[in-house]
């Protein structure tokens, strides 16, 4: 079955860094986009950054800023989240998630995606 499973998350202070994993399987992960989203308490699910199987076409949200990258290892169907200079508005859970086909032009539409992880907490204090 459909496997996509996150790893990486945790704890840090405002500065800090994390690296995201995304395991996956089940699934023809090179067919796929892959992505990133994250879900904040009381917020709406919005798109982190996206990568095609080639890793050349990549899009992040606005918020991103230079902070995070995104890569994928597709012999290792993993995927990956580097994130740098944290701060407090980054606290929510991570959420990995493949989308069928080459990827979307946005991260905009989250129900578009086919498949989605449990997720992994992080949290930046300040």
């Known amino acids: 079955q459909v496997q996509l499973v996150e790893s990486g998350g945790g704890s840090v202070q405002a500065g800090g860094s994390l690296r995201l994993s995304c395991a996956a399987s089940?699934?023809?992960?090179?067919?796929?986009?892959m992505g990133w989203f994250r879900q904040a308490p009381g917020k709406e699910r919005e798109g982190v950054a996206r990568?095609?199987?080639?890793?050349?076409?990549?899009y992040y949200g606005a918020f991103v800023k230079g902070r995070f990258t995104i890569s994928r290892d597709n012999a290792k169907s993993t995927l990956y989240l580097q994130m740098t200079s944290l701060n407090p508005e980054d606290t929510a859970i991570y959420y990995c998630?493949?989308?069928?086909?080459?990827?979307?032009?946005?991260?905009?539409?989250?129900?578009?995606?086919?498949?989605w992880g449990q997720g992994t907490q992080v949290s930046v204090s300040s």
């Open positions: 998630a493949a989308f069928r086909g080459y990827c979307p032009g946005t991260l905009n539409d989250a129900k578009t995606w086919d498949y």
């Open positions: 990568v095609w199987t080639s890793g050349l076409t990549i």
């Open positions: 089940g699934f023809p992960y090179n067919s796929y986009c």
